[in-house]
């Protein structure tokens, strides 16, 4: 199993989702997609690199920096610049297909799932 994030953020700042950085591979060759109850859903995409980013439904995109600080995955350097300038989050275990409930950074509720592949 990858490990990926519990929370996946979605809001005026940033979503994320990947797994620690001993597991990464599940997470740089697929897509984590988080859906919210209306409909919207954003694509999280995390490289080797330590490069983060996200395309959000209504066609917005952000990038950023993830690092991993103990059990949790952290969001800097944001762009554009958001409400927040950092976000972290929990990570928990995922394979391909998997899907886990979570909350964003303003409380709402989303659905997570690990997608096979890297569409962008």
Known sequence: MQRVLAGVAAAAACLIAM?????MDA??????VSRYPD????????????????????GRRISAR?????????????????LIPRFCTTMVNADVG??????????RRVQNVLV???DQ
């Open 27 to 32: 997470v740089f060759s697929n897509t984590v």
């Open 116 to 118: 096979a592949g890297r």
């Open 39 to 58: 409909g919207g859903w954003v694509k999280h995409w995390f490289n080797r690199d330590g490069t983060y980013s996200a395309q959000f439904s209504d």
């Open 19 to 23: 797994p620690a950085q001993a597991d």
């Open 98 to 107: 998997h899907t886990w409930q979570s909350r964003d950074p303003l409380g």
């Open 66 to 82: 993830w690092s991993v600080n103990g059990e949790r995955v952290c969001l800097t350097n944001i762009r554009p610049n958001m």
